[in-house]
């Protein structure tokens, strides 16, 4: 019996991070902890944000060098990697050895990649995450975050990064959770904007967001397309057997005009528009519309 009170007692001991950034989301992981049982110290720039997670049951660090030596793995979420070279540079280098610093702040590939050699110069271990859920999903099943580093060091702290969310590791690389991150916001905010200045037309013509919300979720659905065109984009097959570029032309000049005429900036479906056009321009009128992803990727297209 008192073997496995000093187990339990041992491995509670090793229940503990630091979380640094106190945002949405880093108050919403440093909750996940503590609710999880974990010792959580915490630090931010304005400490009035720690105010209601000390109530809780966090520490409040006194200093940056303070709330990263106060354990061996950190987890920062921060706006960019800009404000994380600004926080991490006022504590002494020696701070960071042997840290294992899990930075889900979002920025691009290469500076993640900059970062984790950064790190690794001041003794540290840099574990790149890409989050893909809203602070509310932090701690809720089916949550999911891209992670990439060394696969070992993940594995050392999975329960700790699972109490966050679920783990998809894409490789080695500390860029290409970024990476995937980084595509992944691409086509939100795409998708989004796309749905929004639909709703601007519906709008314009008395339709309600509630009314039109069936509607949308059907539409915004693009898991069949998905699944048809990725093996044709993967197999560099762009026959236009199902749809052509030049069909969509005519069908995005038709939503161009209708929004004009509703009195609503055509801007968003004109963009789009003019890289159908290039593509068209290209040689690609009778092909498929994934010839696109060629059109994309040549930057002298436009």
Known sequence: M?????????????MSVTVIGLGPMGQAMAAAYL????????????????????????????????????????????????????ILAQAPAAALAGRTVVNLTSDTPDRAREAAAWLAERGAVQVTGGVQV?????????????????????????????????????????GLAALYYQIGIDMFWTGLAGYLHGQAVAEANGISAERFLPH??????????????????????????????????????????????SGVDPALPAAVLDVF??????????????????????????
Do not use: C
């Open 2 to 14: 008192l073997n496995r009170a000093f187990v339990l007692a041992k491995e509670s001991s090793r």
């Open 35 to 86: 609710r999880a049982g974990y010792e959580v110290t915490v630090w931010n720039r304005s400490p009035a944000k720690a105010d209601d997670l000390v109530t809780q049951g966090a520490r409040r660090a006194g200093s940056v060098e303070e709330a990263l030596t106060a354990n061996d793995l950190v987890v920062l979420s921060l706006t960019d990697y800009d404000a994380m070279y600004a």
């Open 134 to 174: 809203p602070p509310p999903g932090i701690g809720t099943p089916g949550a999911s975050t891209y992670y990439s580093g060394p696969e070992d060091v993940i594995e050392k702290h999975r329960s700790a990064l699972e109490v966050l969310t679920g783990i998809e590791y894409v490789g080695a690389d500390p």
């Open 216 to 261: 949308a979720v059907k539409t915004m659905n693009f898991q069949y397309f998905l699944e048809f065109y990725a093996p044709r984009i993967a197999a560099g097959d762009h026959r236009g057997d199902v749809d052509r570029l030049a069909m969509g032309v005519a069908s995005l000049e038709h939503v161009v005009h209708t929004a004009r005429a």
């Open 277 to 302: 056009r290039r593509g068209v321009a290209a040689g690609h009128g009778q092909d498929s519309l994934t010839s696109l992803v060629g059109v994309l990727k040549d930057q002298r297209a436009g």
